[in-house]
Each structure stands twice: as structure tokens, then as C-alpha cells.
């Protein structure tokens, strides 16, 4: 039974490995679009006016939303995770 703990363990310490690289892509895609509108002007930048601005600024908004909640949803996922190998290991003290 501790052997298959173990693999069911590395199993998720890979897959918790692979959600944190694509979060982090998505985390680099977020910081860079923040230094893109940075770099935007404060005189009257070329968006087609105050609608493509904000239609610009809407974009970068929901890309750190974005961001945001892909964070809280591997925390979500790490803490459902780890609840269950907790309950194995408890049962398994019991036995």
C-alpha cells in the first residue's frame, strides 16, 4: 500500500510540475503584455481613439484575470490533491 502512495505522490508531484509551467507561460505572456502597455504613450496614442483603447486595455485586464484564476485553480487542484493522499495515509495508520 506505501508503494502505491508513492507512485500515486509522483504522479501528482509531475502533474502539479507540468500545471505550474503552463501557468508560468501564461504568467510570461501577462508580464510582458504589462510591459507592452508601459511602454504605450501618455499623449494621445493611435487605438482608433478612446474605444480601441479601452477595448486594448479590456484585453490586458482579462489576460491578469486570467492569470489569476489559473493560479487559484492549481492551488485548488494541489489542495484536493493532498486531501486525498491525506485520507489514504490516515486510513492506512488505522490498518
Same mark, same amino acid.
Given at each position: 500500500?506505501?508503494? $502505491?502512495?508513492? *507512485?500515486?505522490?509522483? #504522479?501528482? &508531484?509531475?502533474? #502539479? !510540475? @507540468?500545471?505550474?509551467?503552463?501557468? +508560468?507561460?501564461?504568467? !510570461?505572456?501577462?508580464?510582458?503584455?504589462? @510591459?507592452?502597455v #508601459?511602454?504605450?504613450?501618455?499623449?494621445?496614442?493611435?487605438? *482608433?481613439?478612446?474605444? %480601441?483603447?479601452?477595448?486594448?486595455? %479590456?484585453?490586458?485586464? $482579462?489576460?491578469?484575470? &486570467?492569470?489569476?484564476?489559473?493560479i487559484? +485553480?492549481? !492551488?485548488?487542484?494541489?489542495? *484536493?490533491?493532498? %486531501?486525498?493522499?491525506l $485520507? *489514504?495515509?490516515? &486510513? @492506512? +495508520?488505522?490498518?
Amino acid at each position: 500500500m506505501e508503494q $502505491k502512495i508513492t *507512485e500515486i505522490i509522483t #504522479h501528482m &508531484s509531475h502533474s #502539479h !510540475q @507540468q500545471m505550474a509551467r503552463v501557468i +508560468d507561460a501564461e504568467r !510570461q505572456v501577462a508580464v510582458r503584455m504589462a @510591459q507592452v502597455v #508601459h511602454a504605450i504613450p501618455d499623449t494621445e496614442p493611435g487605438f *482608433e481613439g478612446v474605444p %480601441g483603447l479601452i477595448e486594448n486595455s %479590456g484585453r490586458v485586464n $482579462k489576460s491578469v484575470v &486570467s492569470y489569476l484564476n489559473a493560479i487559484a +485553480d492549481l !492551488q485548488e487542484a494541489m489542495a *484536493e490533491n493532498l %486531501g486525498f493522499v491525506l $485520507k *489514504e495515509m490516515r &486510513s @492506512q +495508520d488505522e490498518e
